[in-house]
């Protein structure tokens, strides 16, 4: 693995002019002008050359025999102007040779009069059968066209996928062309078995010139009217200048084909009120810090609790105040796994129930802490806010834990909410302007129930973020073809104030340790820029502009998500 080599200084490195993504720059287009002429070389003039010989007496198995010049020019000229294979042209003389040796070695000349059928059958099926994967057939075929081999175009044609309109018009344009071609393939094959040579060549002719030539004009139609609309809202979204005074993030064009581009069917909050908080995972605590006999309290949620480990070494999070006299139990003991109150030494177990009393007293039923559900991983204890998670601890995408060199680390208290940090992993022109990063912004945010994720690829980096809940963001970032994964997490300790954390992995290998600390110093870098300000401000959602659309919609993310009070 190549050593990773990052100085507090390092910055991203930006794209050449003319070679950004969509949002930032300049993407080659869709050469339909050499695909069309391609298609002629290697298809039309083919057919009509057959057609031509015929007329002038020669037999059609000699004159498809003839006709395969053309495609078989338009390989080699492919090759040496361009080092490519033509792959239309290609399939097409394969095809004919193929009906050629058939009919030849059967005597039946039925079997060249189905030329490029099988051909344009197969296509039409791998059209439809790519479908179901992320990249439709006539998506790789535009690329292919448009690219002319070079790495850096295809890396940025490939993340146009990231948009919903563009994704469903190759996905249109993939199921009409498999379908047109699959009825046309089996036509022909059908009427060159079951009708007579002279009809089945008028019949071929037809079918196959109209089915081009539909496909053709459709296809035209089709890139013009998008074409058509993506130029009216371009002009649309650059006249949307919001008023000072308004909320623009509600009312942006922007804002609002974002918005109209997910669902959010999160359930309601029935038990919200003024002490409710989100119900979220939360760090309490370093992994490191709880050893197998610690006894730790933690600030938590407005209120306290104690963590330790479990018989088994699973942490345990629960309140800490007894339900006795209300005495801390932090400050008490860990005895046989139990926690021991040091006031009167009521002793409750991992589930909460309090098991023993030295007086020897009845136990009284209401004589119970409440006990949070928990989690340990990528080196933080978690706690969940509500007596049944909503959904699975925070991660980092494209990563196990298991396959990473982790380390993880308690940051600052702030007096903020602790979700306001997270919001920084969707405001990307902070990053912009605050880190001096030249980033891209990504054409949608992914916005689900529990969570919101965004993939950005370019030639250059790679990022793909994700939210959890409302206080965990993390990513998985690639530069120069080095991994490096990330998460940024925040503990409510109360309504505004937030114990921060944040946890860094590299993939694991002989230079594993000198890239995790690579890795640090940048994080440190970027936190030592976010703290004069995460330290001071009082937030508030302002006047928010276009740009503000993924902002915005965190927010109103963070404002619907469900809400509880704490357990104890």
């Not at 080699?76 to 095809?95: D, H, K, N, Q, Y």
């Not at 400050?331 to 409750?348: M, T």
């Not at 401000?537 to 993924?550: E, M, P, Q, Y």
Request: hydrophobic share 50%; proline share 8%.
């Amino acid at each position: 693995m190549e050593t990773l080599s990052l100085q507090p200084a390092t910055r991203i490195t930006p794209m050449p002019e003319g070679r950004a993504a969509a949002g930032g720059g300049t993407i080659r287009p869709f050469d339909a002008g050499r695909l069309l002429a391609t298609l002629v070389v290697d298809v039309a003039l083919p057919w009509l050359a057959v057609i031509l010989l015929e007329r002038q007496g020669v037999a059609l198995v000699s004159a498809v025999a003839a006709a395969t010049v053309f495609p078989l020019g338009s390989i080699l000229f492919a090759w040496l102007s361009r080092g490519r294979v033509e792959v239309i042209g290609l399939a097409v003389m394969v095809t004919m040779l193929c009906g050629l040796a058939l009919a030849m070695a059967s005597g039946d000349v039925r079997f060249s009069l189905v030329k490029a059928a099988p051909a344009l059958g197969l296509f039409g099926t791998a059209c439809l059968a790519s479908l179901f994967t992320r990249r439709p057939l006539m998506f790789l075929v535009a690329r292919y066209f448009s690219t002319e081999g070079d790495p850096a175009q295809a890396a940025i044609w490939n993340q146009r996928l990231s948009i919903p309109g563009f994704r469903r018009a190759m996905r249109v344009l993939t199921l009409v062309w498999g379908v047109a071609l699959v009825l046309e393939a089996t036509v022909g094959i059908a009427v060159a078995i079951l009708v007579v040579p002279e009809t089945a060549l008028v019949v071929e002719r037809v079918l196959g010139f109209g089915t081009m030539a539909g496909l053709f004009a459709w296809t035209a139609a089709f890139a013009r009217r998008g074409e058509a609309q993506a130029r009216a809202f371009s002009a649309a979204s650059s006249q949307a200048a919001p008023p000072a005074e308004a909320a623009p993030a509600e009312t942006s064009p922007a804002a609002e084909v974002a918005e109209s581009a997910v669902t959010v069917p999160r359930p309601a909050s029935p038990d919200a009120t003024d002490d409710a908080f989100p119900q979220s995972w939360y760090p309490v605590a370093l992994s490191r810090e709880l050893g197998p006999e610690s006894l730790l309290g933690q600030e938590f949620l407005g209120s306290r609790v104690v963590i330790y480990r479990d018989a088994q070494g699973r942490p345990v999070v629960q309140s800490a105040w007894c339900p006795h006299l209300g005495a801390d139990l932090s400050v008490g003991q860990l005895v046989d796994g139990k926690v021991r109150c040091a006031f009167h030494h009521w002793s409750f177990d991992p589930s909460g129930r309090c098991v023993h009393i030295p007086t020897g007293d009845k136990i009284p039923p209401g004589a119970r802490i409440a006990t949070y559900p928990s989690a340990e991983a990528f080196g933080l204890v978690w706690a969940f806010n509500g007596e049944t998670p909503l959904f699975p601890p925070p991660g980092i995408p494209d990563a196990e834990e298991s396959e990473l060199l982790v380390e993880s680390v308690r940051v600052a208290v702030r007096d903020i909410e602790s979700w306001v940090a997270t919001s920084n992993g969707v405001d990307f022109q902070h990053l912009r302007t605050l880190h001096a990063l030249p980033v891209e912004t990504p054409p949608l945010v992914d916005v689900g129930p529990y969570g919101l994720a965004y993939d950005i690829e370019t030639p250059f980096y790679r990022q793909h973020g994700r939210i959890t809940g409302t206080n965990c963001f993390s990513q998985h970032l690639r530069v120069r073809g080095v991994d490096m994964f990330m998460l940024f997490t925040g503990g409510a300790l109360g309504r505004a104030r937030t114990m921060s954390y944040y946890a860094i992995g590299v993939r694991r290998g002989p230079n594993a340790a000198a890239e995790l600390a690579a890795v640090k110093a940048m994080v440190d870098r970027l936190i030592a820029e976010d703290a004069p300000v995460l330290n001071t401000i009082r937030f508030r959602k302002g006047a928010l502009v276009a740009s503000d659309r993924h902002l915005g919609r965190f927010f109103r993310y963070v404002e619907t998500f469900p809400k509880a009070p704490p357990l104890g």
